[in-house]
C-alpha cells in the first residue's frame, strides 16, 4: 500500500517561510517523479512544482511560484521535499504531494498516489 505522508504546513505571515515535507512508502522511490499540487478554498487544485525521477532530477515550476519555491528530494530518506520562500497570501492552500512512477515531465495527467495534504495558510 502506497503512503503519502506530507507534514510542515502550518500559519506564516506575508514574506516568510516554510518548508513543506512529503514521506513516501515506495519501494522504489528512486524511480519515481514527484510533485506538489494545491488547492485554494474554492479553486481547483493546481500543479506547484514536480521533479523527475530519473538522473539529474528535472524540476519544473508553475510561473506564480517561480524563483520563490523549489523543489528537492532526498532518495536515501524516501522524501521530498518544498522549500517555499517569500510566501504570499495567494499561496494559502492545501498542498499535496503526489507520486507517478518513472514520470519524467510535470505538470502531468493521472497521477497515481497522492498524500493527504498539509494546510498552508499565509497571513497578512
Known amino acids: 500500500q502506497v503512503q503519502l505522508v506530507e507534514s510542515g504546513g502550518g500559519l506564516v505571515q506575508v514574506g516568510g517561510s516554510l518548508r513543506l515535507s512529503c514521506a513516501a512508502s515506495?519501494?522504489?522511490?528512486?524511480?519515481?517523479?514527484m510533485g506538489w499540487f494545491r488547492q485554494a478554498p474554492g479553486k481547483e487544485r493546481e500543479f506547484v512544482a514536480g521533479?523527475?525521477?530519473?538522473?539529474?532530477?528535472?524540476?519544473y515550476y508553475a510561473d506564480s511560484v517561480k524563483g520563490r519555491f523549489s523543489i528537492s528530494r532526498d532518495n536515501a530518506k524516501n522524501t521530498v521535499y518544498l522549500q517555499m520562500n517569500s510566501l504570499k497570501p495567494e499561496d494559502t492552500a492545501v498542498y499535496y504531494c503526489?507520486?507517478?512512477?518513472?514520470?519524467?515531465?510535470?505538470?502531468?495527467?493521472?497521477?497515481?498516489?497522492w498524500g493527504k495534504g498539509t494546510l498552508v495558510t499565509v497571513s497578512s
Open positions: 521533479m523527475s525521477w530519473s538522473v539529474g532530477n528535472s524540476t
Open positions: 503526489a507520486a507517478d512512477r518513472l514520470a519524467s515531465t510535470w505538470p502531468r495527467e493521472n497521477v497515481p498516489y
Open positions: 515506495l519501494r522504489t522511490f528512486s524511480l519515481y517523479g
